[in-house]
């Protein structure tokens, strides 16, 4: 797998107070919220991407895609048998 980078812009609001001088558990605070931020961008990129894959999609590419998940669907039932209680 290889890694990726990714460039984000924050907001200078929220990257001041994530500056300020607090006690180490807001500071935890807003590291978390900070990644949460990054997280949710993530999401948003990455929906976009699937979203504009799926529209630029071929008629053919669908009809091979649904033939490949109709070829497999057997042994996703059987995955699914086997994890069930």
Do not use: N, W
């Not at 460039?7 to 607090?22: F, T």
């Amino acid at each position: 797998m290889t890694p990726q980078t990714m460039h984000i812009e924050l907001p200078g609001a929220l990257l001041e107070r994530a500056r300020v001088q607090a006690l180490d558990e807001a500071q935890e605070l807003v590291t978390c919220l900070l990644e949460r931020y990054v997280q949710e961008l993530e999401k948003s990129q990455r929906l976009q991407t699937y979203e504009a894959y799926y529209a630029s999609r071929t008629l053919e590419d669908e009809v091979e895609e649904r033939e490949l998940l109709a070829d497999f669907a057997f042994a996703d039932a059987e995955g699914i048998d086997e994890t069930t209680p």
